[in-house]
């Protein structure tokens, strides 16, 4: 099979694995919370009460990082991104070194948030096009994660 008819038929694999992942309820948003988009998280900002688990989900062909600003979260809270590196410098590290810490189309990531307060973050090759976003962690939240 030549690398073109391989592509072909992973992606009608991806694509009937997706048909058969509908329906099976996991919530009005469907499988993910936060989608990216070329350049772009989807919604910017969310907000979710304690104890929420945030699902980001690459919906996009490009490459992303969903990577914590260091200096943007709750003093509290312990550092958080893609690739489980434990700090903001490790991270931006690790892209460089090898694109550690990306997720690639249709790859997930998710993250249990405890504490109270704005978490910033922002994905690695594309804050420079803005592409950034916010998890709002607050007790007045209504809607789950
Ligand atoms: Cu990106």
Same mark, same amino acid.
């Given at each position: 099979m030549d690398r073109r008819a391989f592509l072909?038929?992973?992606?009608?694999v991806a694509l009937a694995a997706g048909l058969a992942?509908?329906?099976?309820?996991?919530?009005?948003? #469907?499988?993910? @919370?936060?989608?990216?988009? $070329?350049?772009k998280f989807e919604p910017v900002s969310i907000e979710v009460p304690p104890g929420a688990t945030v699902v980001w989900k690459n919906?996009?062909?490009?490459a992303h990082t969903v990577t914590a600003y260091e200096d943007a979260i709750p003093d509290d809270a312990d550092y958080w991104a893609t690739g489980e590196f434990d700090s903001q410098s490790a991270a931006e590290s #690790?892209?460089? @070194?090898?694109?550690?810490? $990306?997720?690639?189309?249709?790859?997930?990531?998710?993250?249990?948030?405890?504490?109270?307060g704005t978490h910033d973050y922002f994905c690695i090759p594309h804050e420079a096009g803005g592409m950034v976003g916010a998890v709002v962690v607050s007790e007045d939240a209504t809607t789950d994660a």
């Open positions: 072909r038929s992973a992606g009608t992942g509908c329906g099976e309820g996991s919530g009005e948003t #469907g499988d993910y @919370d936060v989608g990216m988009t $070329a350049r919906t996009s062909t490009h #690790g892209w460089l @070194d090898g694109n550690d810490g $990306a997720l690639y189309q249709g790859d997930t990531y998710e993250r249990t948030f405890e504490t109270v």
